[in-house]
């Protein structure tokens, strides 16, 4: 079984909204990732973080390493349409293994 | 460039049918990982190949499931006596070594009725 867990598991967001998300562990990791998929498509990696405290952007995407190494959140600016979607955190200890959470539903409201 | 091919992108299969699910990785990329997402979840880790080498398959959860790898390039990912519990998204991944960025596939939709 899954071992992060990730908060929401849904969220409603206006256009021009920022958006949060976390993802929290019972195990150490040594590397963090944040992915988003799309409907019948695989997920695509969108930030990686390697270094505990490590704060990273990626356009209108910030993520940061928590200090613990058991912690990461997400946060998206401005959002857009084009925003929606599932994000998924992931965490790697030593090896090659990628230990998912369980996801976030970015919906936009009408 | 290509990325991660998977087909096909969707199986039916009866109770009780074998399956086999085809992964061609990125050109190049020696380490290759077959994941399952089921429904609402996130991916689980099943099998992880280091060029033709099946290192760790510690996460089929049967002898059921079996991988191969024969040429170090195309993956298959075969479902034997199919159950409904197996019902749920195969994805493949590649990566040019086993701790660089994976690169996933649209995956597969396994659905046993």
């Known amino acids: 079984g899954q071992q992060l867990n990730q908060s929401p598991q849904s969220m409603f967001i206006q256009e021009g909204e920022d958006v949060s998300m976390n993802c929290t562990s019972s195990s150490i990791f040594n590397t963090w990732l944040w992915y988003k998929q799309d409907p019948g498509e695989g997920p695509v990696l969108l930030i990686a973080l390697y270094k505990a405290g490590e704060l990273t952007s990626n356009g209108r995407l910030t993520a940061q390493f928590g200090i613990t190494r058991k912690d990461s959140f997400l946060n998206i600016s401005a959002s857009i349409p084009s925003d929606v979607g599932i994000y998924f955190c992931a965490g790697q200890g030593n090896d090659y293994k990628l230990s998912f959470g369980a996801g976030t539903t970015v919906t936009v409201r009408a | 460039g290509a990325g991660v091919s998977q087909s096909p992108r969707y199986k039916v299969a009866k109770r009780g049918q074998d399956v086999a699910l085809r992964c061609d990785p990125i050109?190049?990329?020696?380490?290759l990982f077959w994941y399952q997402q089921a429904l609402g979840q996130g991916p689980e880790f099943l099998t992880y190949f280091q060029n033709e080498a099946q290192l760790d398959k510690s996460g089929l959860p049967s002898d059921r499931f079996f991988a191969e790898r024969p040429e170090g390039s195309v993956s298959t990912l075969k479902i034997q006596r199919t159950q409904q519990e197996d019902s749920a998204v195969y994805l493949c991944?590649?990566?040019?070594?086993?701790?660089?960025?994976?690169?996933f596939g649209p995956g597969t939709r396994l659905t046993v009725l």
């Open positions: 050109s190049g990329h020696v380490s």
């Open positions: 991944a590649s990566s040019l070594s086993q701790n660089n960025e994976q690169f």
